[in-house]
């Protein structure tokens, strides 16, 4: 298993915050940067779309993807959030030591 990080749209910076708040005490993400105004542009129920939202940029680990997820969809306020997940194949070892043992997945694979 390994060090992943995801990338959640959120409709506003304060959603974003509760959200990643709720994320880091629930020990399913290490860390969250919160990026306050992304635009983005995108196909939704037949129309091209363009609004402002926040980016979430989260450190987290495979091992807690599902629930992750999970607890992301049920905070958010969209019906389909983005959320996308992208595998670490590089990284400082002893930043990646703290997000396994932040995420509770730190028992496994010693670098």
């Known amino acids: 298993m390994a060090e992943i990080v ?22 399913l993400i ?8 992304v ?12 609004e402002q939202e926040a980016l979430m940029i989260l450190k987290s680990h ?9 607890r992301i969809k049920a905070l958010h306020s969209y019906s389909v959030p983005e959320i996308i997940a992208i595998p670490v194949s ?7 030591q703290w997000v396994r043992s932040t995420t509770g997945s730190g028992h496994s694979d010693p670098r």
Do not use: M
């Open 6 to 27: 995801v990338f959640v749209t959120t409709a506003s910076e304060e959603e974003a915050s509760k959200i990643a708040r709720e994320l880091v005490q629930q020990g």
């Open 30 to 37: 290490a860390c969250a940067n919160i990026v306050r105004e």
């Open 39 to 50: 635009r983005s542009v995108f196909s939704w129920e037949g129309k091209v779309v363009d």
């Open 62 to 70: 495979t091992d807690r993807f599902d629930e992750l997820s999970n």
């Open 90 to 96: 590089h990284g400082l070892p002893e930043y990646l």
